[in-house]
């Protein structure tokens, strides 16, 4: 799966990790918002690596989590949904505004490619593959943005609210719209 590789979200591997997942998530999300260490004991439990400073607002939901590093001092703020079934890897004084959703994984475009006629009983009845999604560090991602798979964007970036982030983004820029182009370089 994070190697791009078709893989099966039914696995049952998958499916444990994802359980486990929620039932962190659900951890998170109760904890009191006056009690950051319970909450990021939850945060800890639940990804890769979670830099210091680390502030995730409820609701939240990512896949896996296992597949998930963010850097020091990153904001991401209600409402953000992370599909991690491949890495997601977010810079350090990195802000993410409320919708934000990152989402690795992809299906073929042809039918006849996705679909699995004969899958059998408990796997899934079509075919997935996933990229990773980098953010580099001191981005703003807008509200409401939604981050394809297979791609980075590069340190300092502003990404305007609700665009759609269909390929690589360079450093130092605004990028807005559908799709998501550079706009202009920032100083």
């Given at each position: 799966m994070v190697r791009g590789e078709y893989?099966?979200?039914?696995?049952?591997?998958?499916?444990?990790?994802?359980?486990r997942a929620r039932e962190l998530l659900a951890r998170h999300a109760a904890?009191?918002?006056?009690?950051?260490?319970?909450?990021?004991?939850?945060?800890?439990?639940?990804?890769?690596?979670?830099g210091v400073g680390v502030w995730i607002e409820p609701p939240f939901f990512c896949e896996y989590g296992v597949n998930v590093?963010?850097?020091d001092a990153t904001f991401v703020n209600t409402g953000c949904v992370f599909l991690d079934s491949a890495e997601i890897r977010i810079g350090s004084r990195a802000l993410l505004g409320p919708g934000?959703?990152?989402?690795?994984?992809?299906?073929?475009?042809r039918a006849g490619e996705r679909v699995?006629?004969?899958?059998?009983d408990g796997r899934a009845p079509y075919r997935t593959t996933a990229a990773p999604i980098t953010i580099g560090d001191?981005?703003?991602?807008?509200?409401g943005t939604i981050v394809m798979p297979g791609?980075?964007?590069?340190?300092?970036?502003?990404?305007?609210a609700g665009s759609l982030v269909t390929r690589d983004i360079p450093a130092g820029v605004l990028a807005y719209g559908h799709p998501c182009t550079v706009r202009e370089p920032l100083d």
């Open positions: 893989y099966d979200p039914r696995d049952v591997e998958l499916l444990g990790l994802a359980h904890a009191p918002f006056t009690d950051g260490a319970g909450r990021r004991a939850a945060l800890e439990a639940l990804l890769r690596h979670v590093r963010i850097g934000v959703q990152l989402l690795t994984p992809s299906h073929p475009v699995i006629r004969d899958a059998g001191e981005c703003w991602i807008g509200a791609v980075s964007i590069g340190n300092g970036v502003t990404i305007g």
